[in-house]
Nanobody, 122 residues
Framework: QVQLVESGGGLVQAGGSLRLSCAASGRTFSSYAMGWFRQAPGKEREFVATINWSGGYTYYTDSVKGRFTISRDNAKNTVYLQMNSLKPEDTAVYYC???????????????WGQGTQVTVSS
């Protein structure tokens, strides 16, 4: 059984920062690639960032490059999304996910967290 739990969401002003965390259950966390997705009201779920098992490879959607950083701490079974210079268009429910390889499509991930709300005010 694999369980992912996101935390760290909240309300922040435009230009501010927020760090999301995703804690994974079990002892096999380091074997999985991890990803972050987001979904705004009325929109489809959107890829945000992914990181491989070692943390040596990362990839971001264009809209967050230079502002967001994905990282992981395998000793803590946790993946992070550091979000800087936040914009109102970043407002969404953010989900973490795990899979056997890096990818940008939702169906490429096997396990999902419950989501955490991020709201950026203008």
């Amino acid at each position: 059984q694999v369980q992912l739990v996101e935390s760290g969401g909240g309300l922040v002003q435009a230009g501010g920062s927020l760090r999301l965390s995703c804690a994974a259950s079990g002892r096999t966390f380091s074997s999985y690639a991890m990803g972050w997705f987001r979904q705004a009201p009325g929109k489809e779920r959107e890829f945000v960032a992914t990181i491989n098992w070692s943390g040596g490879y990362t990839y971001y959607t264009d809209s967050v490059k230079g502002r967001f950083t994905i990282s992981r701490d395998n000793a803590k079974n946790t993946v992070y999304l550091q979000m800087n210079s936040l914009k109102p268009e970043d407002t969404a429910v953010y989900y973490c996910a795990s899979g056997t390889g890096v990818g940008v499509k939702s169906y490429e991930y096997l396990y999902w967290g419950q989501g955490t709300q991020v709201t950026v005010s203008s």
